[in-house]
């Protein structure tokens, strides 16, 4: 997809990944609608994004709520133009035993994570299908990719993006519209695992599981948009491969993490045990 004069919409854009993802495009020339829910921090990152010579609206939005998506999808329309892009970022971590979670924590990650993702692309859809012309950018994880103990219910959300971007790719290709999903893993400075390093006070994370850089995730997210890439891991060898060798045989895999750390890390890094 050609970006430059392009006009999107980047979800979870008050700080982190995603107010970087939202720097990213705009140096690529694109016009954004901004949504979280800070409304301050959220203008906040408008004014250094407009600074870069594009468009750019601050809407602040819970992602959770239809009614506010559908207000962030009109208001982008009326103030910006068509919706060439969604980059679905909006998310929440979740983690800890999963007989010990809060019933309610799990019923939040699940509308944020994934539930808001699919009703903010069904909105845009039918704009895109209409004009043969549209790109759908999920942000998921690898742990949607393989098995991530201690952070159940965030990995079965993260499947569930992966999931429904495949199959809405499938659908959506006969009508010129793109659907990418892109899988980082640890980012490292900004965003939930930042969060909790500061909060628990963990270390970084083993050799193979390697964080990668905002910068990094940045830079494969737009290559991804562009060039309509299905799906992007933004990670390590170690966990491309581990990718492939969960489809061979999940227990293998799991054996693997088990056996070299990384589910200790994973443990510590989700529970403080």
Known sequence: MELRDSIGIVTGASRGLGAQIADGLARKGVSLALAARSKDDLEHVAERVRSQGVQVVSIPTDVSNRGELQELV????????????????????????????????????????????????????????????????????????????????????????????????????????????VCPGYVSDVGMFADRREKLGFGKAPNALKEVTPEEVVAATIEAIETNRAETIVGPVALRLADIVHAISPDLAMNIARKSGSYRFVKKEATGD
Not at 80 to 100: F, K, R, T
Not at 124 to 137: A, D, F, N, T
């Open 74 to 181: 009109a208001r982008t329309r009326e103030e910006l133009g068509p919706i060439d892009l969604v980059v679905n970022n909006a998310g929440m971590e979740i983690g800890g035993y999963s007989h010990e979670l809060d019933p309610d924590r799990i019923d939040s990650a699940v509308q944020v994570n994934l539930t808001s993702l699919i009703q903010l692309s069904r909105l845009v859809l039918p704009e895109m299908v209409e004009r043969k012309r549209g790109h759908i950018c999920n942000i998921a994880s690898v742990a949607g990719k393989v098995a991530r103990p201690y952070s159940t219910v965030y990995a079965a959300t993260k499947h569930g993006v992966i999931g429904f971007s495949w199959s809405l790719r499938a659908e959506m290709a006969e009508h010129n519209v793109e659907v990418t999903a």
